[in-house]
């Protein structure tokens, strides 16, 4: 990589420019107008943003790989924009919108919901880091994918999945955000029955014992939770209020799940899995549960990482 100095006012606008909407596009071509681009708002591809990016810093394009296919990337010595990720990385690490992206050789990590993962690799290999989008964008403090009609948030304490239609859509991003509605031209979206759920991770590396492996532990460890005991084939679940559900639970070989048989719970689902190095908690919400509304995944996510803390 050559090295080109990129200034802080460069810097700042190429930031501001990688968190415009971004569509996915198969297509080679895209605008080659910065003006139409700057008037849309968005971007019809990530090629269409890496020619305007490299426009804008006066370093080159090159081929990294990213969200399960090839993917443009603009970097210099010391730094490395690309689209999908809402900042200049140096050569060490920086803390985005939605999650901490650390560089190390030719390798990004995205650290989000408690997690780090492959976000981005510059060398070719066989299994190519990430999945298609259809539509990514960001917020304030999280990121937005839309993908076989689930639409997925993510900041850097939960990740949460939940059904997506046009009128949502138009609703969060279009109206909300003022973005040019034609970026939902042509965009076929599928209804799903999918429930929403938000699920956070834990080192595992933290929990010392298999204490995580009986789903009654969880459930004494929650901090409304005054006592649990078994019957039937399930756990009835006490709380300080007076109130009393049922979960019946099935083990598997990585976990457990629990699904709501009897009571009032604005959780109707809970999963436990080991996966690599992390424990991941999900917890499927009641219908009547709004995760858009403000405080909300914030508060579920605060309670559900308490939960894996006192677990261990």
């Known amino acids: 990589m ?46 269409e943003c890496a020619r305007h990016l490299a426009s804008l810093t006066g370093a080159p394009t090159s081929t990294a790989w990213a969200f399960g296919e090839e993917w443009p990337v603009v970097a210099a010595a010391e730094w490395l924009v690309a689209p999908g990720m809402p900042l200049v990385l140096s050569s060490a690490a920086g803390v985005g919108a939605d999650a901490a992206y650390t560089r190390r050789g030719s390798t990004v990590y995205r650290e989000a919901a408690g997690r780090e993962k492959i976000f981005l690799t510059t060398r070719a290999a066989e299994r190519r880091p990430g999945h ?37 859509l138009e609703r969060i991003l279009v109206r909300s955000r003022r973005v040019d509605g034609h ?41 409304e939770v005054e006592r649990t005991e078994r019957h039937a084939g399930g756990i009835v679940v006490h709380v300080t209020t007076g109130a009393r559900t049922v979960f019946r639970y099935q083990k598997r070989s990585d976990g457990w799940r629990a699904t709501l048989e ?44 308490s939960d894996l803390v006192a677990l261990s």
């Open 183 to 223: 970026i939902l031209d042509g965009m076929t979206i599928e209804p799903s029955n999918a429930p929403a759920t938000i699920t956070v991770h834990r080192p595992a590396a933290l929990h010392l014992d298999e204490r995580w492996r009986e789903p009654e532990n969880f459930f004494r460890a929650r901090a």
């Open 262 to 305: 009897g009571g009032d719970s604005l959780i109707v689902g809970f999963s436990m899995r080991r996966r690599r190095e992390s424990l991941s908690l999900k917890a499927t919400v009641h219908p009547s549960v709004d995760l858009l509304a403000p405080g909300v995944r914030g508060r579920l996510a605060f309670d559900l990482r």
């Open 132 to 168: 298609r989008f259809d539509l990514l964008w960001f917020g304030e403090s999280d990121r937005f994918i839309v993908r076989e009609g689930i639409l997925e948030i993510e900041d850097l304490f939960a990740h949460v999945e939940l059904p997506s239609e046009r009128g949502l």
């Open 2 to 47: 050559n090295s080109v100095p990129l200034s802080g006012d460069l810097a700042i606008a190429a930031a501001a420019l990688v968190r415009s909407p971004l569509r996915w596009s198969d297509a080679e071509e895209g605008s080659r107008d910065p003006a139409e681009v700057a008037g849309r708002g968005w971007f019809r591809g990530a090629r």
